[in-house]
């Protein structure tokens, strides 16, 4: 049998053949293929009912929390992070258990269905409609199709995030007079980093559904499902904590029992994100580690400080670093078995 | 380990047979030749040691029935699927190891083409100019000229949504020109279009095969249009080639030596049927009796002979003594149908080719 094994590409065709369309001044195909997606998803339906989505999810509970972030600000003019507070203030009096009704939190829950949106009939899309023989019979890399698939999605969620948020903040530049300092804004350019780096990670994941599961409908049919599992915090939260509790039972002491739950839930990449959001938003958070804030007495005795924003970026680099990892780690498994499919269906 | 090191010796001897069989194919001046060219999956054979050569200026049909490998040897062809053995040239390019440079100046038709429904026909025509490197103005006068050759240029700026599949068909005709190819390579080009449609799109081809010189290599199981549109066949069955050449040459390959007589007669029931067999059996000279499909439709007689002449005469006169009334007879040419069934029946793999169709 190891006779019949297909000899492994050589190396060197690829490079001579790039180099050979480098020369005749193409454009590399990703690029062709990202700008036809990118002009396809901006025309679509889909763009504008996401983006009607993610724009009344940012702004509703923006609405309700206007009164107090106004009094907010008054009353700590030329505090730090008033600017922030859009983001991360919710309407006094109004609690629905789990969810939090902020912009921050409702950008965490609809980030992630940007992300399976956009990807999730990427392959089989093309596999559905017949294009995908056609493609790649052109003069391009088979990886050229996914790779610009990406980028376009990318792009296009860029874009819609950016859009949203832009709103926000000119919602509060205007109606509420709070204007933001230089350290806010990089704090929030910051924040839109990681928000899109955690739709990056959706992204690859809707692209790997697209990949190994054939028909479209079933594969947006398990993104969003999985989507409702982990990204709303409701049921993968509520599991994790029993998860948590259970693996916690025996801890001996209040620092090591909410440090165990926590480990748990940092199984899901959406707490990953919100530890990393809430740092980049809120100067007063100091550490992310449960056990500090819930289990050291005297930590909750001390004093309030504010973190410089380089100060917060260094709490939340291995968040941000775990994320990257989980993105490229999901890309590359979408990627590899793309490349070993059979092009025919 | 051990089974590893037992698979090293026979992986030896198949590299260097694949090496042989690359020096053989280099030599070949054909836009299209193979060597032993195989491709297996699992345990499944899907193309056997294929040898093929399809010569500038001539549509070479592949015939076969569905799962009889036509599609796995064409993406094979395009590097779209590597083989296990063997090897193949398009254009003096070896598609396993230089995939672009093939995809670059051969055009595909894949079976079943398909097309982005929310754009218009031109703009799916644009978006594969592109891809090949062509844009503006150039790209434009390039589609324009494509579109008149498939007669599409009505049409070119609905959406592809509200295409016929003859249409769709067509598109896919100028998608595969848009490049100038050298080569042509269309699988199931005419399934799903109407018979008129047929005709035009066979006669665009050879039109294309005689102003420009281009080699066409197409699969069909639909025997009666490669007959009609075919410099040259060959019959593929269960992955591999049972038999190369025009159709004459494949009749007197495979049609048995003999010349085939066509008799008609008046009045027959069942009974009728039964019984003008058993004479016709009888005569002298007949090989093989063929029984009418339907109640009208004549007997096939196969002849022994080249010359039908003797055979047709002994016909008569049996049937004049049997008192059967007789109401035509004439020669007729082996049908490919019936070349085609004989090449599958007589290299043995009739069986398991009709379970994969």
Redo the contacts between chains.
């Keep these: ?7 492994a ?2 190396p060197a ?1 690829k490079s ?2 790039s180099r ?2 480098a020369n ?4 590399p ?1 990703w690029v ?2 990202a ?2 997606e990118f002009a ?1 998803h901006v ?2 339906v889909r763009f504008y009912v996401l983006l009607i989505v993610v724009g009344a999810s940012a702004l509703i509970p923006l609405y309700f929390a206007a009164e107090r972030i106004r009094s907010l600000a008054e009353s700590v003019s030329g505090a730090q992070a008033a600017f922030l507070a859009l983001f991360v203030l919710g309407p006094e009096g109004l609690n629905l258990g789990p969810i939090s009704f902020t912009v921050q939190a409702f950008v965490a829950i609809a980030a992630p269905l940007l992300g399976v949106a956009f990807a999730f009939d990427a392959v089989n899309g093309e596999r559905h ?3 995908l ?9 088979r990886d050229d199709v996914i790779n610009g698939k990406y980028v376009a999605g990318l792009a296009v969620i860029t874009l819609a995030l950016v859009a949203t948020l832009t709103v926000i903040s000119g919602f509060g530049l205007l109606r509420l007079g709070i204007t933001p300092a230089l350290e806010e804004v990089i704090r929030l350019i910051a924040w839109v980093g990681v928000t899109v780096l955690y739709v990056s990670l959706w992204l690859a994941f809707g692209t790997l559904l697209s990949v190994v599961i054939r028909r479209a409908s079933t594969s947006a049919l398990v993104g969003f499902g999985i989507w409702l599992f982990v990204a709303i915090p409701f049921i993968g939260p509520l599991l994790v904590g029993l998860l948590g509790n259970f693996l916690a039972a025996g801890a001996t002491s209040a620092a090591e029992y909410y440090s165990t739950v926590q480990w748990v839930q940092r199984l899901l990449p959406g707490q990953v994100y919100a530890e990393a959001s809430a740092a980049l938003l809120n100067p007063a958070v100091t550490t992310v580690s449960a056990s500090e804030i819930y289990g050291d007495q005297y930590a909750q005795q001390m004093p309030q400080t504010l973190l410089s924003f380089d100060q917060s970026f260094l709490l939340i680099l291995p968040h941000i670093v775990i994320l990257l990892a989980l993105t490229i780690g999901c890309f590359a498994l979408a990627y590899a078995r793309f490349m070993r499919q ?3 269906a | 380990m051990a089974s590893r090191k037992e698979g090293d010796a026979p992986r030896r001897v198949a590299r260097k047979g694949r090496q042989r069989d690359r020096e053989v194919v280099e030599e070949s001046r054909a836009p299209i030749a193979t060597r032993r060219l195989s491709k297996r999956y699992g345990d499944l054979v899907a193309v056997d040691n294929l040898n093929l050569e399809v010569q500038a200026g001539e549509i070479f049909g592949l015939l076969g029935q569905n799962g009889a490998g036509k599609t796995t040897t064409i993406l094979m062809l395009l590097g779209l699927t590597e083989p296990s053995a063997g090897a193949a040239r398009v254009l003096g390019l070896d598609p396993a190891r230089n995939p672009l440079g093939v995809k670059r100046r051969v055009g595909y038709l894949p079976d079943n083409v398909g097309f982005y429904e929310n754009l218009t026909g031109r703009e799916n025509l644009r978006y594969t100019a592109r891809l090949n490197g062509l844009y503006g103005r150039e790209a434009e006068a390039t589609i324009v000229e494509v579109l008149v050759q498939v007669g599409m240029t009505e049409r070119a700026d609905g959406r592809v949504d509200t295409y016929s599949r003859g249409m769709l068909q067509r598109l896919g005709i100028a998608d595969a020109l848009l490049k100038s190819p050298s080569v042509l390579i269309l699988d199931e080009p005419t399934t799903a279009i109407d018979p008129l449609g047929v005709v035009e799109i066979l006669d665009l081809l050879r039109r294309l095969v005689d102003e420009r010189g281009l080699a066409v290599l197409l699969s069909s199981h639909l025997l009666a249009q490669v007959q009609s549109v075919c410099d040259r066949i060959g019959i593929f069955a269960a992955g591999k080639l049972i038999g190369v050449g025009t159709v004459a040459e494949l009749a007197r390959q495979f049609g048995g030596a003999g010349a085939h007589i066509e008799v008609g007669f008046e009045g027959l029931d069942a009974a009728g049927r039964t019984k003008t067999a058993e004479v016709l059996g009888k005569v002298e000279g007949i090989a093989e009796v063929r029984l009418p499909t339907g109640e009208r439709d004549p007997f096939v007689l196969v002849v022994a002979d080249e010359d039908s002449g003797p055979a047709r005469e002994a016909v008569l006169a049996a049937a004049a003594s049997n008192g059967l009334r007789l109401n035509s007879i004439r020669d007729v040419q082996p049908s490919l149908d019936d070349i085609y069934r004989i090449a599958v029946r007589s290299s043995g793999i009739a069986e398991h080719g009709e379970v994969a169709a």
Excluded at chain 1, 1 to 7: D, I, K, V, Y
């Design positions: 049998m190891t006779a019949l094994a297909p000899e590409p050589a065709a001579a053949a050979t369309a005749l001044g193409l454009r195909g062709t293929i700008g036809k396809d025309q679509s409609q017949g294009t023989p056609r493609l790649l019979s052109q003069p391009i890399h059979e092009v025919r």
